[in-house]
């Protein structure tokens, strides 16, 4: 990309920022959140109140936030997680603790109910060394209150 191209990217959004471990740019533009492409192509549609850049040890997409509601897309753009949910926690081994209506629930990275959102917390009890793997569902367990 020349620099002239990139001086028109630059002038076209309110805030840019390139996402961790991905080619792709978040931006902002009239207060909506996506990205684009280093070729000005939009990847994520610009579209959402607010996305993730990145998270530390977090899931392989983005937190998005829509209308006062939290799920998780790829960084392609796909649902993973619908954005229906007050509050979506960081996946550990498969398993995403979830509140909607006040209550907490436990959804699997395939986006299928674990555990109904009807608790007043759930606690993980799942070793660390198994944090975030997206491909078993098999180990630790969860705490309902």
Known sequence: ????NMNVIVQAYTYLLKTQKR??????K????????????VIIPIIYDGLSSWVEN???????KNKGKFGLISHE???????????????????????????YGAISWNNKEILPCIYDNIFDDIP???LRDEKDEKKG???TL
């Open 1 to 4: 990309m020349n620099t002239m």
């Open 23 to 28: 080619p792709n740019i978040l931006l902002l």
């Open 30 to 41: 009239k207060g909506k959140a996506g990205t684009i492409d280093i070729h000005n192509n």
């Open 58 to 64: 977090g899931p392989k997409a983005h937190f998005v």
């Open 77 to 103: 753009g796909g649902i993973i997680i619908l954005i229906e949910y007050e509050y979506v926690g960081l996946p550990q081994a498969s398993v995403i603790v979830v509140r909607k209506n006040g209550k």
């Open 128 to 130: 660390d060394s198994d």
């Open 141 to 143: 367990k969860l705490v």
